[in-house]
């Protein structure tokens, strides 16, 4: 994970979820700066000790990302991964995620719930909506340090707090719904539940 709302995430919502399908889950908050091989060390020693590995990154703050979109980043991740553990290891098993283009996207999947959790007035509601329909999917709100997600929802809603709101609104939602909103998001937790076969 690399922060703490993304943890909170996970272990509110996601937790539950995947213990369903007989995965049981444990987190480790990369604090600072985020590279890919930080998270490619990361993931390994992860691997070692459990058996799996997976990861929740934004793609927002990723230092080394460069000319790299997400997809390429992974692959990128996936192969130091790989070269870290030695070609024994099952790569089935170890599954760079990063979300696109930052976690607070997913919150875009139902706006409706900021007011339930914020109490908003319904004009503030009206404004992420119209954040919302810009694009086709909450994912493809992008990463300029103006209009990323997190900064977009300051913007509209200037006492939102990442860690203390963020997980509380995903609550709100639902991972169902945020799952047929973000299908890269809903990719991922699919090959989860995979693991369970």
């Given at each position: 994970?690399?922060?703490?709302?993304?943890?909170?995430?996970v272990?509110?919502?996601?937790?539950?979820?995947?213990?369903?399908?007989?995965?049981?889950?444990?987190?480790?908050?990369?604090?600072?700066?985020?590279?890919?091989?930080?998270?490619?060390?990361?993931?390994?020693?992860?691997?070692?000790?459990?058996?799996?590995?997976?990861?929740?990154?934004?793609?927002?703050?990723?230092?080394?990302?460069?000319?790299?979109?997400?997809?390429?980043?992974?692959?990128?991740?996936?192969?130091?991964?790989?070269?870290?553990?030695?070609?024994?290891?099952?790569?089935?098993?170890v599954?760079?995620?990063?979300?696109?283009?930052?976690f607070?996207?997913?919150?875009?999947?139902?706006?409706?719930?900021?007011?339930?959790v914020?109490?908003?007035?319904?004009?503030?509601?009206?404004?992420?909506?119209?954040?919302?329909?810009?694009?086709?999917?909450?994912?493809?709100?992008?990463?300029?340090?103006?209009?990323?997600?997190?900064?977009?929802?300051?913007?509209?809603?200037?006492?939102?707090?990442?860690?203390?709101?963020?997980?509380?609104?995903?609550?709100?939602?639902?991972?169902?719904?945020?799952?047929?909103?973000?299908?890269?998001f809903?990719?991922?937790?699919?090959?989860l539940?995979?693991?369970?076969?």
């Open positions: 994970m690399e922060g703490d709302t993304e943890e909170r995430f272990r509110q919502i996601l937790d539950a979820h995947l213990r369903m399908h007989n995965i049981e889950t444990q987190t480790f908050v990369l604090h600072g700066n985020v590279s890919a091989q930080r998270l490619a060390r990361t993931m390994a020693n992860l691997f070692r000790r459990c058996g799996m590995a997976t990861s929740l990154v934004d793609y927002y703050g990723f230092r080394d990302k460069g000319m790299d979109g997400v997809t390429a980043l992974e692959g990128r991740i996936s192969t130091a991964v790989q070269s870290e553990l030695g070609s024994s290891a099952d790569s089935s098993l599954i760079p995620y990063i979300q696109q283009y930052e607070e996207a997913l919150l875009f999947s139902e706006v409706s719930a900021f007011q339930s914020l109490g908003l007035y319904q004009g503030t509601v009206q404004q992420l909506a119209a954040v919302r329909q810009s694009f086709s999917t909450p994912e493809e709100i992008n990463d300029h340090p103006d209009t990323a997600p997190s900064k977009r929802i300051t913007n509209i809603i200037r006492h939102y707090d990442k860690v203390t709101h963020g997980s509380l609104v995903a609550q709100a939602i639902g991972l169902t719904t945020i799952r047929r909103e973000c299908p890269r809903d990719a991922w937790v699919t090959r539940e995979s693991l369970s076969a």
